[in-house]
């Protein structure tokens, strides 16, 4: 009955450290009912998998029918075989809504994505220089692919190479 705590959100990135998607069931829904929109905000801005929620009563057996496919749901969609011309318009359209970052002159400039794995999803960036690829910018790129192509709860892994 606390709601989510920073233990369920630390499980949550666990998961996506060691390659596995990731369900948030909340229980004891009968006794509290906060507002599922909050909590989802709260889990996005905390937890780089976002993870989607099932609301649950083991006591009254309200939502435990939802579980399961939502598991399996988060399965298909972690075996997700993406175009590799979908994922260029993306980081073509990303791009120009957030140009890379830059160091002194020079500024990163993504040239390619294809999917070389599936389960869950691993992707190849190329880019002019790898050394300008900032954290920020890899988890920003990231959560843009995972809103664009539905992969909430699915871990995304995102290896960046140079051209040279």
Not at 31 to 58: E, F, M, N, W
Not at 83 to 111: I, Q, V
Request: charged share 30%; hydrophobic share 35%; net charge positive.
């Amino acid at each position: 009955t606390e709601g989510i705590t920073e233990a369920d959100l630390a499980a949550c990135d666990q998961a996506a450290q060691n390659h596995c998607a990731a369900l948030l069931v909340l229980n004891k829904w009968d006794l509290a009912q906060p507002d599922l929109t909050d909590l989802a905000g709260r889990v996005r801005r905390k937890s780089r998998q976002h993870p989607p929620i099932v609301a649950c009563s083991a006591v009254t057996g309200e939502g435990i029918d939802r579980i399961i496919p939502q598991a399996m749901k988060l399965y298909e969609k972690s075996c997700t075989r993406l175009s590799t011309h979908d994922l260029n318009e993306a980081l073509r359209e990303l791009a120009e809504e957030h140009p890379g970052p830059r160091k002194g002159k020079r500024r990163l400039s993504m040239r390619f994505l294809v999917q070389t794995g599936v389960a869950p999803p691993v992707f190849r960036l190329e880019v002019n220089d790898r050394s300008l690829m900032t954290r920020g910018y890899g988890f920003w790129l990231e959560n843009r692919l995972r809103d664009r192509f539905d992969l909430a709860g699915v871990p995304v892994d995102i290896e960046v190479r140079s051209r040279r």
